[in-house]
């Protein structure tokens, strides 16, 4: 049965996940600017940084300056990633009002994402989580290679995933967002993912993290949406991708799932216009191609 929702929330992820994979490094400056400037479209929920090893992310070593220079506004959510107490004492310190702790579907992306088993990760969020909760702060899950795995395959177990789902929920985190972290998910397999979750899970703690590589993540969009999923992470210019995921390229350009959206009459509070600007902003900084239809055909349209 269809359920698209009338409004969907937009977690913007390209600060985090869109720069984190850049071949060369960005100032911290341009991080600062690029989420300033996303909040003035409208971004109301942003991952700003993460607090991960320097040695293993060294895009995002200057997350604690990233936050702390940013003008907050309020009634925004500033989120960081943090996989161990070490990153969220210093999410804390960076004045974080979200973290997201993350774990993958398949042991060998934990491995090379996080150096740990699947158990091993739970092991690291649960500390996590309750210094949150001691905090007020509320934690998000992420779920890595739930429609595929850059090396175990393309079949990733969706009950697994709802299984591991259910217990990030019952850990206490709020929400739960699927990472199609090599993007070669399709829409009946994004479908029966969510099928196999909300047998466990209400479809609204569940969000979309779906990477473009394959050109499918707008579809798995629709056919998530269908579904009722109502909160959709993406990034401005569709920029990054994951360092432990060769070849893996953006997530899903923000602008893309905006326009798709605005033509389906579905509501998120962003302004189009500012979006395909700042889309602009960021790849001309970074010199980093657009990687959005929409943007390119604002861009192109007007000259
Ligand atoms: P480890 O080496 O197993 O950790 O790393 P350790 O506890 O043994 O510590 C080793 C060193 O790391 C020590 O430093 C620690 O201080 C340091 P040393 O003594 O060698 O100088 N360290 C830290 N430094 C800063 N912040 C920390 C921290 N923790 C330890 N929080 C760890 C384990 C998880 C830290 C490491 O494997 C790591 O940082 N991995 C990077 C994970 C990552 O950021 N991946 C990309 C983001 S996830 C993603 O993109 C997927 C997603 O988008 C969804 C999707 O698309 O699927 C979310
Ligand atoms: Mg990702």
Redesign the pocket.
Known sequence: MSQFPTHVRIVE?GAR?GL?NQPNPVPTATKVDLIERLIDAGITHIEAG????????PL?ADSMDVMQQIKRQPDVVYSA????T??MT?ALAAGANEV?V?IAATESFSQK????SIEEAFARAAPVIAMAQANQIRVRG?I??VLGCPYEGLETDANKVAVLTDRLIQMGCFEV?L???IGTGTPHKAQALIDAITERVPVTQLAA?F?NTYGQALANLYGVLERGVAVIDSSVAGLGG???AKGATGNVATEDVLYMLQGMGITTGIDLEKMVATAAFISAAIEAPINSHTANAFIRRRG
């Open positions: 992820v996940d984190q993460a607090f991960v090893s320097p040695k293993w992310v995002m990633l943090t996989p161990n070490q990153g210093a997201a993350f994402n996080t150096n740990c992420y890595s290679c967002s990472g199609d972290t993290h990477h994951c360092p432990y």
